[in-house]
């Protein structure tokens, strides 16, 4: 069964467009979103909740209709973007009892077991809670009230390698029955190598490649060669650069003849942003 | 069992858990019939991802390393003494063809390299 199914969204601003943006999650993995900034990250994520009106496309949550089902899904699904910027004076304890009333299946003792899990402390003001622990609250206000398809932009821009950490684990641990999914966006691309199953990359509003993580890698080649070869593959190349040492460009596999004297390795998720990102500089 | 991954490795952290899982397989330090553990139970354990340790397990059971019984999980395989020399020979010719192209990158004739090899041993 499928958590996410996302159908050719379309949304046009004025200087920003997602095009026919698709990819699909299977229940019970995580997929980690990347893209650099204003790639459209965010702008798919709220599509896909409705918090903007897409101006086509079909998004499916846990095999309905996100347009016809939204109310009774969005029980299902715990959103978080970054901080809590509300209600910051109130203790914890009062903004759960606002939050627990908009939801049917609330369970207060699986929020106090997240509570103690994560270590927050209910008399604590939202003011005084750090990124990490903002993250955390966010976290168990979705798990209480029976989330199965976490979205969660960016969770773990602004914490420290301890936090990131801590959080990447608790990501695993939610998946362990096989139950619940997350679809997370991020541009520490460190914190995908290991704990995610899927990537979605997204540039320029378009997603570029949407699969397995292994495979997702293996899609590209990072090459180094001399720049006197460089001839050889230029044209196919998605982007490089040179130096005084020679070339390095990134080319899709399927390119790539391996009979060539060139120097060929399987790139890392940051390497593959970075030569697409290049790939913008040549065509401005 | 014991697996230790390396991030900063050439080598694919699947391959990384073939190769060191099969060793212990075919030095019988797993015995037949031993419980691997489950999959999403191993990813959340060893911080990779499900897809990865997936992958592995079912490049394990490809190779007849273990089995896979539904419901219940995957076991190391039976094998008879002899099997399991010729699994283990098999695995380390395939290794040594790959260090041979080296070798003979550098124009190493085989008494050569044996005679290297036997210095580092």
Redesign the interface.
Known sequence: MLALDIRNLNKKYPNFELRDVSFQLEKGYIMGFIGANGAGKTTTIKSMLNLIQADSGEVRILGKKMAEHETELKQEIGFAFGGIDFYTRSKIKTLTDVIKKFYKNWNDDTYSTYLRRFKLDENKKIAELSAGMKVKYNLAIALSHGAKVLILDEPTSGLDPVARDDLLDIFQSLVLDGEVSILFSTHITSDLEKCADFITFVDNGKIVNSSDKEHFRETYRLLNGKESDLHQVKDKLISYKVNSFGFTGLIHAGDFDPALDIRATIPSLEEIMIFFAKKEETYV | MNVAIS?TS?K?I?QQLFDQISAQILTGELPGGYPLPPI??A??EL??????IK?AWEELERSGLITTTTGKGCFVADFSSEEMLRMRNDMIMKQMAGDTDYYKSFGLSLEEAIELLKKVY
């Open positions: 991030n050439e694919p699947y999403r139970q990813a959340q911080r990779i991802s499900v897809i990865t992958k």
